[in-house]
């Protein structure tokens, strides 16, 4: 039976990028041996490194407009950390949206004062906060582009004068956007991009250098953009992975095209929820609600076996919501095929039948 993977991370991954991964691991280009055993600095693997990160400028539209693209490794949450090391001499702006700008803030609270410019908290975060001001002389605005746990995600951002730093981990590459917008967009690559172990890093470079203190070598973008990724080892599968989805999407038609898929995906979803009496959205806003992530509770918990019994006779795997949020969530990422979504769409519908 084939799966339906609506799992937030880990997720799901196009099967032809698992087939070429899958052979790599056996006999990469030819060599007889394994990208695994493969010295990082290899020329085959500094062409995977640089050609993961032309993509990703590409996709992104950033190519020579001053921006470098890094890969990684320590996740979004070392990025939390490294963000604020780099770009935060006295007092940076934060919107709140949930529990990735909340650990986000904590971070950067090490390093100088962390104004919090709105936050959704007093609602369990069911909600994006809108209408807010940014200092003018903020080091730098921080935001959560997609909450994974609640199912929001910023529609817009705010026009500034600061450097806007985003954690984009679940939706990149998911959306149409004016990327250079940004100063920094980190995502770890579990979420839409690969598998985890590496991180993207897009920083303008003219946003590094400004702060007094010293920042360790493994802390410094600038010792990272000097070394291409290579300060240190790299993830070396992740990035190869993560540069074979970056190619498929290419093949794809790029971020204008999977937009299209994604919001099919997420319409029909989102459409079930409100016509079906058994269903009912976590957040509050329709506007807010993520094409990438939607959540959802029954309205009647003594409907809640049968439901679990039907989608996972369906083949369905991850649909159980976060364990701080509890009910449904349903994370339709790139690769998430439409056939998944009218899988899960059809069961919402028998469970209606049966009830």
Request: glycine residues 6%; charged residues 25%; hydrophobic residues 40%.
């Amino acid at each position: 039976m084939k799966k339906h993977n609506f799992s937030a991370g880990p997720c799901v991954l196009p099967q032809p990028v698992m087939q070429k991964a899958s052979e790599a691991i056996l006999n990469f280009n030819g060599l007889d041996l394994s990208l695994l055993e493969i010295s990082h600095r290899s020329t085959d693997f500094t062409a995977v490194m640089e050609r993961a990160q032309k993509l990703a400028l590409e996709h992104l539209g950033l190519q020579d407009k001053g921006y470098k693209a890094l890969f990684l490794q320590g996740g979004a949450s070392m990025e939390f950390l490294r963000v604020a090391y780099n770009l935060l001499e006295q007092k940076a702006a934060y919107l709140n949206t949930g529990t990735w700008s909340v650990k986000a803030i904590k971070e950067a609270k090490l390093f100088g004062e962390i104004l919090e410019v709105a936050s959704s908290k007093d609602q369990n975060f069911n909600y994006v906060p809108k209408n807010y001001t940014i200092p003018s002389d903020a080091d730098y605005f921080h935001c959560t582009s997609n909450n994974t746990i609640f199912g929001t995600q910023l529609k817009s951002f705010p026009e500034t004068n600061v450097p806007i730093a985003c954690d984009m981990s679940s939706d990149i590459f998911s959306r149409q956007l004016d990327f250079s917008k940004f100063s920094i967009i980190y995502a770890g690559a579990q979420k839409n991009m690969g598998p985890a172990g590496t991180t993207l890093i897009v920083v303008k470079e003219d946003v590094l250098g400004k702060v007094s203190r010293a920042i360790p070598s493994l802390m410094d973008y600038r010792v990272h953009i000097a070394k291409n990724s290579m300060f240190n080892t790299p993830a070396v599968f992740a990035v190869y992975v993560s540069m074979l989805t970056l190619e498929w999407l290419k093949e794809k038609g790029g971020i204008s095209a999977i937009e299209k898929v994604n919001d099919k995906k997420s319409k029909l979803l989102y459409s079930e929820i409100d016509r079906n009496p058994l269903f009912t959205g976590f957040v509050a806003n329709k506007e807010d609600r993520s094409t990438m992530n939607a959540t959802f509770n029954l309205t009647d918990e003594n409907f809640k076996e049968k439901f679990d019994t039907l989608w996972q006779d369906a083949g369905i795997n991850g649909l159980n919501g976060h364990r701080s949020v509890g009910g449904y969530r349903a994370s339709m990422y790139n690769a998430l095929e439409l056939e998944s979504v009218q899988v899960l769409v059809d069961v919402m519908k028998e469970l209606e039948r049966k009830a």
